[in-house]
């Protein structure tokens, strides 16, 4: 059965309850709660300036510049994401000391570079956190929550994910949240490094990496 992900905005937050995503998982639901932290489902219209804030943080843009320009750049565009393929998913962690948004992330359907080159994952999956809630062991149970939580609500299976090499907190935290590196590519990718050569057709400065292609496969 295929997945059912939202296609817009949410009319109001919804909290991930202990009940909602499988017991293994929900016990990482409960210990994000115990140090403050909650796990919403869907994205209302009010918190998209916080996720054009993360999208616009510098690590954010070396990675993911996509995010800042195409995805999260405002309300009107993340809209159109969110309705983009047969939806998103998208989970938001919220510090519940000052209501501030730390991190959020999504699933949806697979696009065709990983259809390609994970032809065994159906979805795709994403999460970004706030640089001030980076290094703090939040990424790899918010990465199972956001995966576990697309199975139950969303009925998405066969997860997958692409990463770059060169940015190893992402790439670690993936495989500590029990994903697997299926495939490597050498590619080039925009960087802010301006020491970088410069591309004239795209008008950005490009650097050598590696792209890793992951499956989660317990989401199977």
Known sequence: MAAQFPTTFATERYQLGLGDI???HSMLLGALGRCGYAVEVGLVREDVSALTEIAGQPGTREY???????RWTNETVAEQQLGKDGGRGVFVLRNMANNAIAGFGWTGKSGNDEQKNLPMCENTFAI??????RGQGLAVPFSKIIVAGSMSIFRARRIGLETWAS???????YLKADAKAIKAINAKRPTLDTSKPFDEERGKHMTEDTRIYMNYGWSA
């Open 22 to 24: 499988a017991p293994k």
């Open 64 to 70: 993911c510049p996509r995010d800042i320009e195409e």
């Open 128 to 133: 970004r956190l706030h640089e001030d809630s």
């Open 167 to 173: 940015n190893n907190a992402a790439f670690n935290s």
